[in-house]
T-cell receptor
């Protein structure tokens, strides 16, 4: 089945850039997502990229997609202590049975720690 | 404000008891989902529903049950048949198009 892999931990200094990497196996992925989870809370969508795009930028966030290598990355510029959280990569290929639901496959999450 | 509300946030259960987790959304989304999250793991899909009165098993449905009598509501029952129910449970909904999932704040279930 589909698989999404991420490294488990990343530490950066406040003010530096963070780069969180993700690899996926499903070549038919149409949307790729980055979610953020703060302790004890649900997941919040940060951004997503459609598979025909190479890059998407949204304020401090830059998403890069290498479809050939099935590699997705999230760069956070000027990382702040408030960015400390778990970041999940997820991919979705299609709707389930042509219905309204999408089957997303999530990675295990990367715990980002921002050091002062 | 539009969103997804899960309750209770924390729940303790004795072994052998069934418990029901509530999930309500006012986003007018057709699709709703239940995920389970364990430490150091990604989210695993328990059940999903694409429309009222219809729901399908996800990857780890054994020991769980759901209902979808109203568009806004998708409660999850953790039955005594679930071997390892202690976990963080997340409800989500989505609209057509990008498939973006909107999540509730989660319910943490602990079996004593």
């Amino acid at each position: 089945g589909e698989d999404v892999e991420q490294s488990l931990f990343l530490s950066v200094r406040e003010g530096d850039s963070s780069v969180i990497n993700c690899t996926y196996t499903d070549s038919s992925s149409t949307y790729l997502y980055w979610y953020k989870q703060e302790p004890g809370a649900g997941l919040q969508l940060l951004t997503y990229i459609f598979s025909n795009m190479d890059m998407k930028q949204d304020q401090r966030l830059t998403v890069l997609l290498n479809k050939k290598d099935k590699h997705l990355s999230l760069r956070i510029a000027d990382t702040q202590t408030g960015d400390s959280a778990i970041y999940f990569c997820a991919e979705s290929a299609s709707y389930i049975s042509s219905g309204s639901a999408r089957q997303l496959t999530f990675g295990s999450g990367t715990q980002l720690t921002v050091l002062p | 404000d539009g969103g997804i509300t899960q309750s209770p946030k924390y729940l303790f259960r004795k072994e052998g008891q069934n418990v029901t987790l509530s999930c309500e959304q006012n986003l007018n989304h057709d699709a709703m989902y239940w995920y389970r999250q364990d430490p150091g793991q990604g989210l695993r899909l328990i059940y999903y529903s694409q429309i009222v009165n219809d729901f399908q098993k996800g990857d780890i449905a054994e020991g769980y049950s759901v209902s979808r009598e109203k568009k806004e509501s998708f409660p999850l029952t953790v039955t005594s048949a679930q071997k390892n129910p202690t976990a963080f449970y997340l409800c989500a909904s989505s609209m057509r198009g990008t498939g973006e999932l909107f999540f509730g704040e989660g319910s943490r279930l602990t079996v004593l």
